[in-house]
């Protein structure tokens, strides 16, 4: 009975914290039953009104090892699956950064290929001393994440693939600190 209140709770919230908060209530409940129905109610009813982001529609990650975006790894692509839409989207880029990174900035190219095959590229660049943007906080102390929205308002005119390539610019082999890179779109909120 936990383990598929489990998985349907799994599908119901998409964030990854809350997938890491039921697993951590699923190894909960294998050793006390008791505790776990004290905590899910309320944790429960925390996640329904923060944890569920129906936004966002498309969410991927690529994890470095060694901390490291290594210079052979020059280019990263997400191949995304959209439905057409004439409401907009935003396209955003996460660098997991882990430490101070060895560089100051970070040049990269941002190209977006649609299933019919039109092209569009963008000149990025992440500044790690001056961001755009405020870090936001990593699950460690020593991780930030630094956040670079690629297009605050996007719109999808195809259904299909789409292909989504970040290319680095770096003219040093290796880029230490950078723990990983998380691609997500997702629908720009109406007011």
Not at 62 to 75: I, L
Not at 102 to 123: C, H, M, Q, R, Y
Request: net charge positive.
């Amino acid at each position: 009975m936990t383990k598929d209140l489990t998985q349907f709770l799994m599908i119901l919230f998409s964030s990854p914290v809350t997938h890491r908060l039921l697993l951590f209530l699923y190894f909960c409940a294998q050793k006390t039953m008791k505790k776990l129905t004290f905590l899910l109610f309320p944790l429960l009813s925390v996640l329904l009104f923060t944890g569920c982001n129906k936004s966002i529609v498309y969410d991927e990650k690529v994890v470095f090892p060694d901390n490291n975006w290594a210079f052979e790894q020059k280019a990263i692509t997400f191949e995304a699956p959209l439905k057409a839409s004439e409401k907009p989207y935003s396209v955003v880029l996460e660098l997991e950064l882990v430490g101070t990174p060895n560089v100051e900035k970070f040049d990269a190219t941002f190209t977006l290929i649609s299933p019919a095959g039109g092209k569009t590229v963008k000149a990025l660049l992440f500044n790690f001393v001056h961001p755009k943007e405020p870090y936001l906080k990593g699950d460690a102390p020593n991780k930030k994440i630094y956040k670079l929205t690629v297009y605050p308002k996007r719109f999808f005119s195809e259904t299909g693939t789409y292909s989504l390539e970040v290319n680095q610019f770096s003219n040093k082999a290796d880029n230490y600190g950078i723990h990983s890179l998380r691609l997500y779109i997702e629908k720009v909120k109406e007011k």
